[in-house]
Each structure stands twice: as structure tokens, then as C-alpha cells.
């Protein structure tokens, strides 16, 4: 069972930049796909970023441009570089590791953005 941990959120004024870390308790070279999920107060969890084991990142419209996934395989961490953050990306962020038939969550970490 892969164990995941989010960190780096907190309180950031419009136009600045967070950085969220996902910490993974296995190996992330082997896991297929890697997903950072977002979940605003009175709406549904939505996918904002994935970056599969083999192909192209992908990214919500929303947040294309402006958020970058990344991963640092020596340290079994994946990243999200967050730019340029507007208010409506307001929300929870989970961190999501898809292997074979598994999901595995972290806990969310809250990212806050002020006008």
C-alpha cells in the first residue's frame, strides 16, 4: 500500500505562487500514474494535473499554463508548481497515485488564495 503525504500549502495573495510537495512511502518510478486533485468547499473533487509513468502531463484547462507537475524520482516526491494562483483555485489539493486497480490518497493539504 503506497502512503502519500502533502505539504507546502498555506495562504497566498492572487498572482503569487505555491509550491506542493507529495511525499510517496514506495518507489514513484513504479506507479502509473501520479494525480494531483483539488476540492473547493460545496463542490465536486476535481482533477487538476496527472503525470503518467510514460506520456504527456496533462492538465485541467482551468490551470494549463500556469501549474506544473513534476517529479523528483530520487526522492519519491511529485510536485506541483502553482503560478500566478487566482482566487478560484481556492481549495483543497490531494495527491493521488493510481497503481493497477489501486488508488491511494494523501490527506490534502489547503491552499488559500486572497483577492
Known amino acids: 500500500q503506497v502512503q502519500l503525504v502533502e505539504s507546502g500549502g498555506g495562504l497566498v495573495q492572487a498572482g503569487g505562487s505555491l509550491r506542493l510537495s507529495c511525499s510517496a512511502s514506495?518507489?514513484?518510478?513504479?506507479?502509473?500514474?501520479m494525480h494531483w486533485y483539488r476540492q473547493a468547499p460545496g463542490k465536486q473533487r476535481e482533477l487538476v494535473a496527472s503525470?503518467?509513468?510514460?506520456?504527456?502531463?496533462i492538465y485541467a484547462d482551468s490551470v494549463a499554463g500556469r501549474f506544473t507537475v513534476s517529479i523528483d524520482e530520487a526522492k519519491n516526491t511529485v510536485y506541483l508548481q502553482m503560478n500566478n494562483l487566482k482566487p478560484e483555485d481556492t481549495a483543497v489539493y490531494y495527491c493521488n497515485a493510481e497503481q493497477g486497480n489501486h488508488n491511494y490518497w494523501g490527506q490534502g493539504t489547503q491552499v488559500t488564495v486572497s483577492s
Open positions: 514506495e518507489n514513484i518510478f513504479g506507479i502509473n500514474v
Open positions: 503525470r503518467p509513468r510514460f506520456g504527456s502531463r
